[in-house]
Every structure is written in structure tokens, then in C-alpha cells.
């Protein structure tokens, strides 16, 4: 399996918490991993366990994109929280909380960019503290992710489930930008910050209940981002 953890055997969150115990196990978190673990890691799996309750869907079963056979659904959040470094011991620091394109906002008389509606909630209380990889990972999530073509409708989804995105001019030189991105010594498209966006996908699911639509875009699009990632990692391996 590359660089990805072990399977822990379990079918489900709530079945796997009580068979492995808290994320990561034992030893002393920093703050900043243990921010990233709740706000991505752990809120991910719960939001399934959502998802399967309203829908029915079978996310302990392996599943398909395109001509790929994948993971389960938890099985590939498991993997994800395991790549996302949450044993990095990075420090917290101020976090915008949803740091995505419709909340940023270019001022052409001052060239400034604004960014408008922070919001972030670690141990379920709202705060301006958590973690550099969480920012990195909802501007990726707009990048390279294309969650604002979703929203606009801008994709296709083919018969076998693949997802295709309308071309944008840019898109190379948005994609190239984040890559050539480090803050303080974390490149904006690195292994922990294409884990956590590839969740974030996964967590959204729920939240979309309305837009049945959208759900399917949001799932095809993160067996896309996981696949990609996969691929990377077997490389290196």
C-alpha cells in the first residue's frame, strides 16, 4: 500500500475508534496536530458516519472511480488522516478557517487581498487558533481542487463516475503558484496538505443533503484527489 497506515480492520468509525482508541494513539500531541486531527481527521470519519445514516450509502464498502476499484470510503478517510503528518509537532497559529476563493477578495485601489468570514471551531468552541495545513489545504481545495467549479456547476460526471472539469486559462498557472508556495516551511501542496484536501470532500458530503447532485460531484471528486495521491505515494515509495 505505498506509504499509507495499516488497515485497522474496522468497518466503520465508530466501530474502528473502539478498536484502536483516539487519534493519533498515546503518545503527546502538539497543538497544532491536535487541532488538524480534529478539524480534518476526526470530523471527516464522524461526517460519514452521517452520510451513511441519511443515505443508506455503504461506506464500508469498497468502491469503484472510473475503471479503478478503490477503498471504502472510511477506508480511504483512514488512509488520508494517516498521510496527514499528525505527528508533525507543529505549533498552532492563527487560522482563517475557510480559507477558499468566495472568501477572498481582491481591493484594486489599495492591491490588497481581503480575506472575509474566518470561522474555525476546535473542542467544538470557536477560535482564531489551529493549524497551517488546515488553511493550506481549503485554498488547495479551490486550486486544485475545483470546489468552485463544482458549486457553479462547471463539471461533467461520465457513466463510470469520473469527474471532468471545464477548462479555466489559469488553471496551470494557479496550480504551479500553490506548488511553489512555502509558509513557514510547508509547501502549499505537500503530502499532508493534499491529504486533508481530499477529506475535505469527503466531509462536505452531508452538508449538501439538498443538492443529491452535488454529493455525487463532491464523492467523485474525492476518489479523484485520493487516487492522484495514491499514485504519488506509490511513486516515492
Not at 471545464?166 to 509547501?187: H, I, R
Amino acid at each position: 500500500m505505498g506509504r499509507w497506515g495499516r488497515s485497522r480492520g474496522c468497518g466503520s468509525w465508530a466501530r474502528w475508534r473502539t478498536c484502536s482508541g483516539p487519534w493519533p494513539p498515546s503518545r503527546a500531541t502538539a497543538p497544532g496536530d491536535a487541532a488538524l486531527r480534529q478539524l480534518a481527521a476526526e470530523k471527516t470519519l464522524a461526517r460519514l458516519e452521517t452520510f451513511a445514516r441519511d443515505t443508506g450509502w455503504p461506506i464500508d464498502k469498497r468502491i469503484r472511480y472510473g475503471d479503478r476499484a478503490c477503498p471504502s470510503l472510511v477506508r480511504i478517510a483512514e488512509q488520508l488522516a494517516s498521510a496527514m503528518d499528525l505527528r508533525s509537532g507543529r505549533r498552532e497559529v492563527a487560522m482563517h478557517g475557510d480559507l477558499c476563493f468566495s472568501n477572498l477578495l481582491w481591493d484594486s485601489r489599495n492591491r490588497r487581498i481581503k480575506a472575509i468570514d474566518p470561522r474555525g471551531a476546535v473542542d467544538r468552541a470557536p477560535t482564531l487558533h489551529g493549524d497551517l495545513r488546515y488553511d493550506l489545504a481549503k485554498l488547495a481545495h479551490s486550486v486544485v481542487g475545483r470546489y468552485d467549479q463544482i458549486i457553479a456547476g462547471r463539471y461533467a460526471l461520465s457513466a463510470d463516475g469520473e469527474i471532468a472539469f471545464d477548462p479555466v486559462a489559469c488553471q496551470p498557472w494557479l496550480e504551479g503558484a500553490l506548488a511553489d508556495l512555502v509558509v513557514d516551511g510547508q509547501g502549499g501542496l505537500s503530502q499532508p496538505v493534499r491529504a486533508v484536501m481530499a477529506s475535505l470532500f469527503l466531509s462536505m458530503l452531508p452538508l449538501h443533503a439538498d443538492r443529491p447532485d452535488r454529493q455525487q460531484a463532491f464523492l467523485a471528486n474525492a476518489l479523484r484527489l485520493w487516487c492522484e495521491l495514491d499514485g504519488s505515494l506509490r511513486a516515492a515509495a
